[in-house]
């Protein structure tokens, strides 16, 4: 299971709060935002949807919660870019590889990323995860030009890659190991932190 | 609107078949596969169910056809390669950037990207369209090593932008010029051709 790394948000494993987030998660996944209800979400949980009300309030809430990532991208990314820019890339393949998989299945990024394709909303819970509240920053305290269109291209390939790794499993992506993605998309990921990038004031 | 290189598949455009089509690929894309209805894709294109049912047999065989992109994985990758491996990551990039945006909205990657979220059928298909049928070939046969897992990575980087430029319109990704995508993106491709790659032999 996935522990939450934030204070005072759930009130531990086990209780009701969280058998309804673990399945309005699984649904969210399968049913896109549109396709669940709060019944469905009550009924796969085994609690009254009075419950699911009384926790979330609306499904729009409920969808919030669990687009909660384990994780806090404000101090999370500053502590991975703290430990210095030169070996990052691999740092940020080898942290997403593993949050991805941190319950086992795919992670609450795999029903990030599924969710989103069709949900504005969770687009933009994306956008500020990985680009201006988590990465970005980061970037920008670590001295780096461009920071956000870096943190932007970062997550394109990092999403990327989980997306063909873990969710369409796409071969020979789906099957090699944890090493060889970090070896070969490493690299790759460190040159958007480091490499000179072409701006959008520089091309017109 | 997209134009088939194909013949035979489509009997020119303002037809009923493409209306069915256009209908159908704005549904999967909205809706997903399970949400979908025959009879909600002929009442969008204004025609009989019995039509749709005629031209396409059944709902996977309407999705099937939605899926085909308008070029042919076999020869448009031989083309871009045959030209040469030196500046192939900006050509992959300039080319995707076009396909996507072919129609005017997103074009039929971005539908194909939306639909294989929760499709395997249409994961398998994209494994086939980019990796096994198209680039992988393509890059051996310009006696590059690793095809299918080079191919793989591109695949992965090239669907990551398209997603958060087109689809999640994620900033700045979603409103840089072709141009600056193509100089900041295009050397990262270069790299998944040319640069030496781990191999799961070399790792194990």
């Known amino acids: ?6 204070t005072g948000r759930r009130p531990g494993p086990g209780t009701a709060r969280d058998d ?8 969210f996944a399968r049913d896109g935002f549109r396709g669940t209800t709060m019944r ?4 796969g949980a085994g609690v009254d949807p009075a419950l699911v009300t009384h926790y979330f309030g609306s499904k729009q809430g409920l969808f919030d919660a669990v ?4 994780f806090d991208p404000r101090t999370v990314f500053q502590t991975l870019v703290a430990a210095g820019t030169e ?11 593993s949050t991805w998989t941190s319950d086992g299945t795919a992670g609450p990024l795999a029903t990030l990323v599924r969710t989103v394709i069709n949900e504005p909303t969770a687009a933009r819970t994306l956008e500020r995860l990985l680009v201006q509240d988590g990465l970005g920053p980061a970037l920008a305290s670590a001295g780096l030009d461009e920071p956000e269109l870096r943190a932007a291209m970062i997550a394109s390939q990092l999403v990327g890659m989980g997306l063909l ?12 190991s944890d090493d060889l993605a970090v070896a070969n998309f490493g690299p790759a990921i460190q040159r958007f932190v480091t490499a000179p990038l072409a701006a959008q004031g520089g091309m017109e």
Do not use: Q
């Open 40 to 43: 469905a979400v009550a009924e």
């Open 87 to 97: 070996e990052l890339g691999e740092r940020l393949v080898r942290f997403f590889l």
């Open 67 to 70: 687009l909660e990532l384990p």
């Open 1 to 6: 299971m996935v522990t939450s790394t934030r």
């Open 20 to 27: 309804i987030l673990n399945t309005a998660r699984a649904l």
């Open 165 to 176: 790794r873990f969710v369409l499993r796409i071969e020979p992506l789906a099957s090699c």
